[in-house]
């Protein structure tokens, strides 16, 4: 059973950048493909990124160009970069491993981390 840890979120400024992170322990993580969803106030939780085991990537239209997914086998932790932000990007972030293959699914990760706040003043 895979644990993660999200670690990065905070209050910024529009325009500015941040950089969330997601350790993982317990499980192999090479094995899982990883993705990260983001739950705005008020509202459901919705697909911001994901990247397979072997490393493509897919990005949600709205944060594309903007976020990018990254990982790190070496050290069981998968990255968004977070670009050009607004307040429509504020919510929390979650990051979540999965065995399947539709990976814009939430149904589609097994594992799930607590979340990390990320609010953008405008």
């Known amino acids: 059973q895979v644990q993660l840890v999200e670690s990065g979120g905070g209050l910024v400024q529009a325009g500015d950048s941040l950089r969330l992170s997601c350790a993982a322990s317990?499980?192999?993580?090479?094995?899982?493909?990883m993705g990260w969803f983001r739950q705005p106030p008020g509202k459901e939780r919705e697909f911001v990124a994901a990247?397979?085991?072997?490393?493509?990537?897919f990005y949600a239209d709205s944060v594309k160009g903007r976020f990018t997914i990254s990982r790190d086998n070496t050290k069981n932790t998968v990255y968004l970069q977070m670009s050009s932000l607004n307040p429509d990007d504020t919510a929390v972030y979650y990051c979540?491993?999965?065995?399947?293959?539709?990976?814009?699914?939430?149904?589609?990760?097994?594992?799930w981390g607590q979340g990390t706040q990320v609010t953008v003043s405008s």
């Open positions: 979540a491993a999965s065995s399947g293959l539709r990976l814009v699914r939430p149904d589609s990760y097994a594992y």
């Open positions: 990247i397979t085991r072997s490393g493509i990537t």
């Open positions: 317990r499980g192999t993580f090479g094995s899982y493909a």
